[in-house]
């Protein structure tokens, strides 16, 4: 079993930055890909960015530019900073991993609690 953790939420102004993290405990042999998704009230929960465990990277779209996943194997975290913060970027963020390269809403094998991040206008 697996456990994530998230921290690093919180209120920002429009344009700042925050920096996300999330700590990996338990049988982290199990974890490949890991990454971040999020939940804006009456929204459904979307992907927002994936690292795998050799580096590779993917984000959505419309945080391209802005926020940047990174990873420190050694102590099984993952990071997302998010820079130029808009409050479209207010939600729910939750961590997530998976025991393959891949990552998504439907395959995602373990989840955090989530952490709040709201961006004031």
């Known amino acids: 079993q697996v456990q994530l953790v998230e921290s690093g939420g919180g209120l920002v102004q429009a344009g700042g930055s925050l920096r996300l993290s999330c700590a990996a405990s338990?049988?982290?042999?199990?974890?490949?890909?890991m990454g971040w998704f999020r939940q804006a009230p009456g929204k459904q929960r979307e992907f927002v960015a994936r690292?795998?465990?050799?580096?590779?990277?993917n984000h959505v779209d419309s945080v391209k530019g802005r926020f940047t996943i990174s990873r420190d194997n050694a102590k099984n975290t993952v990071y997302l900073q998010m820079n130029s913060l808009k409050p479209e970027d207010t939600a729910v963020y939750y961590c997530?991993?998976?025991?393959?390269?891949?990552?998504?809403?439907?395959?995602?094998?373990?989840w955090g609690q989530g952490t709040q991040v709201t961006v004031s206008s």
């Open positions: 997530a991993a998976s025991g393959r390269p891949y990552l998504s809403t439907d395959t995602a094998d373990y």
């Open positions: 338990g049988s982290i042999f199990n974890i490949n890909a």
């Open positions: 690292i795998t465990s050799g580096g590779g990277t």
